[in-house]
């Protein structure tokens, strides 16, 4: 099972098991007493993935196929 966390601090580096640094603006981790542990710390917290904004080219031609209604 994934989960989405991010960090609960803002420029507070939290450590993922594999020695590397989470993402600030959050990854999809796989759930484990490991992550657990850090949402009950207070060190990241669950929540949603940001929408990604839409690249300019596919907005562009949105933009073309709704002006050609």
């Avoid at 993922?16 to 542990?37: C, H, I, M, N």
């Amino acid at each position: 099972m994934k989960i989405y966390v991010k960090p609960n601090k803002a420029n507070v580096k939290v450590r993922k098991p594999d020695g590397k640094y989470l993402a600030e603006q959050g990854e999809e981790v796989t759930k484990s007493a490991f992550w657990v542990r850090r949402i009950n710390d207070g060190d990241v917290v669950a929540s949603e993935p940001t929408p990604t904004t839409k690249p300019k080219k596919a907005a562009a031609v949105e933009a073309a196929a709704k002006k050609g209604e």
